[in-house]
């Protein structure tokens, strides 16, 4: 029996974990009940929290009814297996794990415990995420042709200061097209083929800081995705949006343009681009903007979340879905490294790359 307010903890009190932190406090039906952080305890100290150096000792005393991961990537794995088998219902941060073995690992024990985890891609719990997952489903935009998409700004010296994120698995790609990929993936469907190059030019880490993707999507729909984190650019979704304090904003310019047979969107401000009589490219488009409910995603997230934990709901995004969104960067990994010229990170995934195909289907992550 779960109590009300909900007695959350979290591992990891970086950047991210000092953000749910606050959503938490501003979340009457959850409580910060204890941070986990074996290199800090200045957020507990700040909150008056009871802070632990280690996880396995802070589930063990203080037996929180759910628990948010915001650890680096490559201990999501190790810390969300604990969790699950403690019996404790997990927000994990994205992305789900750092390797297709680590998510093949979660799979596993997805089956073997019965505790529901979400994924923390956020995004999808935001008011414009929905309205405009409702105009493509309503059928609104005709038969969905294209989406062009971009995520492009200028990270920090100082954010490379952490070792992590600048080796294999915490580039721009896992870290941050993740969420546009996943998006994508909610909005228009399964990719069933792709083709990417990837560098690291700008930088010069062992992770990419540019990345060019090509998508094919299962329904015909086509796709583009540009992404970098070392450029001068207004264009991403945390900019273009008020939802992650951290960026400047630039609430007036989009970050994603879908076009279809009847009309066009701009995302995030949701302009509805279509003709007032016949199609003809000599005609002017009538614009409108949609109306959009208000709400934070990262709220609405946590909301969803102690439902999730309370067992009153399913997780919006379970670990199969998010293993999904791991499959196509892992295909884009490949692509850009062998460049080959095409992908499909379901079927195709091979002609490079046989070894692959068995390891989808133990993940069962294969199309029914
Ligand atoms: N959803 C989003 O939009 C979003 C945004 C940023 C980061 N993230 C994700 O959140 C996670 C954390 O990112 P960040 O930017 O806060 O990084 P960060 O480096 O600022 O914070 C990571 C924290 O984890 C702590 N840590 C290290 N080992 C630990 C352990 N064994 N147990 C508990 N804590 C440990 C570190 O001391 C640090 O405080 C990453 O997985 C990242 O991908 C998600």
Redesign the pocket.
């Known amino acids: 029996m779960m109590t009300s307010p909900l007695r959350i903890a979290l591992?990891?009190?970086?950047?991210?974990?000092r953000q749910h932190a606050g959503y938490i406090a501003n979340e009457p039906n959850a409580q910060l009940v204890a941070i986990?952080?074996?290199?800090?305890d200045a957020l507990a100290t700040e909150l008056g929290v009871t802070h632990f150096n280690d996880?396995l000792d802070m589930l063990d005393n203080v037996r929180p009814e759910a628990v948010i991961i915001?650890?680096?990537?490559d201990?999501?794995v190790d810390?969300a297996l604990d969790c699950m088998s403690y019996g404790i219902p997990v927000l994990l941060?994205?992305?789900v794990a750092s390797s297709r073995e680590g998510a093949e690992r979660l799979l596993n024990a997805q089956r073997q415990y019965d505790t529901p985890v979400l994924v923390?891609h956020?995004r999808r719990h935001n008011p414009v995420t929905m309205r405009t997952k409702e105009v493509i489903d309503s059928g609104q935009l005709g038969r969905l042709a294209t989406i062009t998409a971009m995520w492009q700004t200028c990270k920090p010296t100082e954010y490379f200061e952490?070792d992590w994120r600048q080796q294999r698995g915490a580039g721009v790609v896992l870290?941050n097209l993740v969420?546009d990929l996943d998006l994508m993936r909610h909005l228009c469907g399964e990719i069933s083929a792709l083709q990417a190059s990837t560098n690291n030019a700008l930088r010069g880490y062992e992770v990419e800081d540019s990345a060019a993707i090509l998508l094919e999507f299962e329904n015909g729909a086509l796709g583009t995705l540009v992404g970098s984190d070392a450029v001068v650019s207004p264009w991403g979704w945390d900019q273009n949006i008020n939802e992650?304090p951290l960026y400047a904003k630039h609430l007036d310019q989009g970050c994603y343009y879908l076009a279809g047979t009847q009309a066009a969107l701009t995302v995030p401000q949701m302009r509805l681009w279509q003709y007032a009589g016949p199609h003809h490219w000599g005609h002017n488009l009538n614009e409108q903007t949609l109306a959009v409910a208000d709400g934070s995603a990262q709220q609405n997230q946590l909301r969803h979340f102690i439902q999730v934990a309370s067992g009153k709901t399913l997780p919006l995004v379970s670990i199969q879905d998010a293993v999904r969104t791991m499959i196509v960067i892992d295909a884009i990994e490949e692509a850009a490294a062998s460049r080959c010229t095409t992908h499909d990170p379901w079927l195709i995934y091979t002609p490079c790359l046989p070894e692959q195909v068995a390891k989808l289907s133990t993940i069962q992550c294969r199309r029914e």
């Open positions: 591992i990891g009190a970086g950047a991210m974990g986990a952080d074996p290199f800090s996880h915001a650890n680096p990537n201990l999501h810390t941060e994205k992305p923390g956020h952490a870290i969420h992650v």
